[in-house]
Every structure is written in structure tokens, then in C-alpha cells.
């Protein structure tokens, strides 16, 4: 069973920056995950905001390319969100995901962690 445990959350004015973390425990091929991270506004469906894969290849969507950045610490077992030019649209409690799959032969459920508020306002 995987424990995913985001951090890093909190408030922060517009044009601020904030980063999140994921940490991962009882895995031991965390590195052969891809991982995500959502966020989901009051009211909102659930986003994808970004996505990186085992080999470091990273997307992003669209309301965030240029701003988030998304990565990885396989030796720490941890994925980071870098959050730059905060505005008050990227409100929302943030989470880590760890996508089902086939990893090293056998099927891993999707994964979430808790979740962390992200509030942008002066």
C-alpha cells in the first residue's frame, strides 16, 4: 500500500510563489511511477496540473505552462510542484497522484494523497 503525503500548501499573495511536495512511503519503485498532480477549485471538477513521468518527461496544463514546474527525487521518493506567478484562479486544495498501472509486472491502484490548500489573495 502506497501513503502519499503532500506539503507546502498555505497562503500567499498573487504573483507569489509556493512550493509543494509529495512524499512517498511503502514502495520500493517509486521510481518507475509516473505521478500527477490535480487540484480542485470550490465548486470545480478535478484538474490535472501536471505530469511526470518515471524517465523525468514532464506536461503540464494548459492554465499553468510557464509557470509550474513539476519534479522528481527518486532517492527521497518525493515529487515537487514548483508554483510561480500565483494568481488567485490557482485557488484550489492541491493533489499527489500516483496513477494505476502495470509497474515491474504487477497492477498498482491509483493512489492520492490528502491534499493541500493552495489560497492566492492579497
Known amino acids: 500500500q502506497v501513503q502519499l503525503v503532500e506539503s507546502g500548501g498555505g497562503l500567499v499573495q498573487p504573483g507569489g510563489s509556493l512550493r509543494l511536495s509529495c512524499a512517498a512511503s511503502?514502495?520500493?519503485?517509486?521510481?518507475?511511477?509516473?505521478m500527477d498532480w490535480y487540484r480542485q477549485a470550490p465548486g470545480k471538477q478535478r484538474e490535472l496540473v501536471a505530469h511526470?513521468?518515471?524517465?523525468?518527461?514532464?506536461t503540464y496544463g494548459d492554465s499553468v505552462k510557464g509557470r509550474f514546474t513539476i519534479s522528481r527525487d527518486n532517492a527521497k521518493n518525493t515529487v515537487y510542484l514548483q508554483m510561480n506567478s500565483l494568481k488567485p484562479e490557482d485557488t484550489a486544495v492541491y493533489y499527489c497522484?500516483?496513477?494505476?498501472?502495470?509497474?515491474?509486472?504487477?497492477?498498482?491502484?491509483?493512489?492520492w494523497g490528502q491534499g493541500t490548500q493552495v489560497t492566492v489573495s492579497s
Open positions: 497522484n500516483a496513477p494505476s498501472g502495470y509497474y515491474s509486472g504487477n497492477y498498482h491502484p491509483d493512489y
Open positions: 511503502g514502495s520500493s519503485i517509486f521510481s518507475l511511477y509516473a
Open positions: 511526470i513521468t518515471s524517465s523525468g518527461r514532464t
